[in-house]
């Protein structure tokens, strides 16, 4: 239930918003020598390549996934936390310009941060993610779509340059490909 709402948040922020156009992934590296293998199916040979794609993780990634490790539903300020962690992974996502990269690259990349992790990490950050509605993926959309009414809330939070971020060039394109990585995770 709560990863359907988190996916149709991304997707009504994807119907908002024009494709990005595509660049040569940043983050993977093709091996120069793929394997071929050769098989002989009823009498006709066919040969395939398989290529071996490297993600190198990016410390900023893992620290962005590390964001998420302080927060703690149903404490004292966790509505305020959960503003600022919004803020984080916003701000990540416009700086590292994940807008200019294809959805695989970035999907990599954060699958490969991600298992940087141990379990019960991994756990509490998916935890985070599938927050369902009041969630960060709400927080953030809502921020996007209307932050006049939000402004208040990140400003308690600590983190008035909010209405800064959300005004950012793609700022939508950007965190709808970290929205769509992180909902794929795990």
């Not at 940043?26 to 993600?55: C, H, M, R, W, Y």
């Not at 699958?111 to 993926?137: H, M, N």
Request: aromatic share 6%.
């Amino acid at each position: 239930m709560k990863k359907t709402i988190a996916i149709m948040l991304v997707l009504s922020i994807a119907l908002c918003l024009a494709a990005c156009g595509g660049k040569t992934p940043e983050g993977l590296t093709k091996a120069d020598k793929g394997s071929q293998s050769e098989e002989t199916v009823s009498g006709k040979t066919e040969t395939t390549t398989e290529t071996t794609t490297t993600v190198v993780v990016k410390e900023q990634t893992v620290e962005m996934l590390g964001k998420i490790l302080e927060f703690a539903p149903g404490t004292a300020g966790s509505s305020l936390k959960l503003r600022g962690i919004a803020y984080a992974l916003l701000k990540y996502s416009v700086d590292e310009k994940l807008c200019d990269e294809d959805q695989k690259t970035v999907d990599a990349q954060v699958e490969a941060a991600f298992k940087k992790f141990d379990r019960d990490q991994q756990e509490r950050i998916l935890d985070f993610v599938e927050g369902g509605e009041g969630g960060v993926f709400t927080v953030i959309y809502n921020a996007l779509t209307n932050y006049k009414e939000q402004k208040g809330l990140f400003e308690d939070a600590g983190v008035p340059e909010m209405e800064k971020l959300v005004k950012a060039e793609k700022a939508a394109e950007c965190w709808e490909k970290l929205a769509n990585a992180l909902a794929d995770m795990g």
